[in-house]
Nanobody, 128 residues
């Protein structure tokens, strides 16, 4: 049962920008933490960014992506947005949205295991 749906993926040239969105497929689930992960071919899934209704507006972005990626969350709608700027070919990956409503997700927002709800993913391809 798919509970999350990502949108906004596609192809872009190096240096371009893209916005990814994640929303519940149907009713909201009261998630308190939402995140983006990505997976490139042959590599493990990697944390990208997270936000939480508990964080007072603070968001979390992987150190390697800070300055290029930003994340925002609409707590009421349980929607998550990822803005990707200055895209590089190494950003090519399937981007997955994840969400959870357990309190553990606050401390472990960067871990896959913190999330029980996942979207099917959206492909982002960056080429020269």
């Amino acid at each position: 049962q798919v509970q999350l749906v990502e949108s906004g993926g596609g192809s872009v040239n190096t240096g371009g920008s893209m916005t990814l969105s994640c929303a519940p497929s149907g009713r909201t689930f009261g998630w308190i933490t939402m995140a983006w992960f990505r997976q490139s071919p042959g590599k493990e899934r990697q944390f990208v960014a997270a936000a939480g209704s508990w964080s007072g507006g603070k968001t979390y972005v992987s150190d390697s992506l800070k300055g290029r990626f930003t994340v925002s969350m609409d707590n009421a709608k349980n929607e998550l947005t990822l803005q990707l700027n200055s895209l590089q070919p190494e950003d090519t990956a399937i981007y997955f949205c994840a969400a959870d409503r357990r309190s553990d997700s606050r401390a472990y927002y960067y871990r896959e295991a913190a999330y029980t709800s996942w979207g099917p993913g959206t492909q982002v391809t960056v080429s020269d």
